[in-house]
């Protein structure tokens, strides 16, 4: 056969089952951000950097270190590198 198809027949809408027969909870939103408690934070104190553009570091002289702490006579082959090296 031909012809148009038929339509099925419409079911009829089915009531929500509540196993208790209790109401369903409403449910709320959780409280806004303004309202939740929000533990203590400690305030962080400031700090100032002091200013040190201007101050040039000193280098030490390497030489004089190694010959009062090192040891090294004046004609000691580490004087002489030492010299050679730093200029010193």
Do not use: F
Not at 27 to 52: C, K, M, N
Not at 54 to 65: G, H, M, S, Y
């Amino acid at each position: 056969m031909t012809g148009p198809s038929r339509h099925p027949k419409p079911r009829p809408a089915a009531a929500p089952h509540h196993p208790t027969g209790a109401p369903r909870a409403v449910h709320r939103p959780p409280a806004p951000a303004s309202h939740r408690a929000r533990p203590e934070q400690p305030r962080r104190s400031r700090t100032t950097v002091p200013d040190l553009s201007n101050a040039a570091p000193r280098t030490p002289d390497v030489c004089a270190l190694g010959r009062q702490y090192g040891g090294w006579r004046e004609d000691s082959p580490e004087t002489r590198i030492c010299e050679q090296t730093y200029g010193r």
